[in-house]
């Protein structure tokens, strides 16, 4: 299990003065466990994360008994990208959790070579699973796309043991779309209409003469 060490954290500490540390404040919480503020190194929760992500269980130590913990929400500074804010969700052991699992898609479509263009309609799929079960990801195996007309369901999915959709069944993952050949429009030289122009323009006088 990916462990990450933790340290608790009084509120009134200042929390520009932490980051400037390489530290950032997160908090951890659960069914059974109250809102508990604490800190984590930013390298560290760094290579967890890539590690782990959000579907894969991180054992938190360093505040009581270890905690068996989910990364639920995580901040994100938007110039410099470092992490300003972690959210853990303890899990109770034996229960199932509700969890989004990110979708993988391997292979190369038939209908591609047809002209048809892959369409990932989802990206992640939310299933109902145990935490010592929930999958990295899942797979899609677009080779089942062999006709322009195809697509794939939930249903296509191999998932694995354990793991039960939340979704229906009958819901997209992905489809072929079919590019619209685009009209080209007739291009008009503009000595042509200036000729156009002034040919209108002559049949008008004369009109008037006649008058």
Known sequence: ??????????????????????????V???????NTPVTINARE???VWGEAGGATIVDLKGVGE?????????????VTGDPVHVDFYCIERGKKLTVSVPLEFV??????????????????????????DIPQSIEVDVTLLEELSSAITVADLKL???VKPTVEM?????????AKEEVEEEVRDIADIEIESKGKDVEEGEEKEGE
Do not use: C
Request: proline share 7%; no cysteine.
């Open 1 to 26: 299990m990916t462990e990450l060490n933790v340290k608790t954290r009084d509120k009134s500490e200042n929390i520009v003065a932490l980051r400037k540390e390489g530290q950032v404040p997160a």
């Open 28 to 34: 951890f919480y659960g069914p059974k466990e109250e």
């Open 45 to 47: 929760f760094i290579r």
């Open 66 to 78: 270890d905690k068996e913990v989910l990364i639920h929400e995580v901040s994100w500074h938007p």
């Open 107 to 132: 292979g190369e479509a038939p209908a591609e070579k047809l002209g048809g263009i892959v369409t990932k309609v989802a990206h992640e799929l939310e299933v109902e699973v145990r935490p010592r």
């Open 160 to 162: 694995p043991e354990g």
């Open 170 to 178: 009958t819901e997209t993952i992905a489809s072929i779309t079919v």
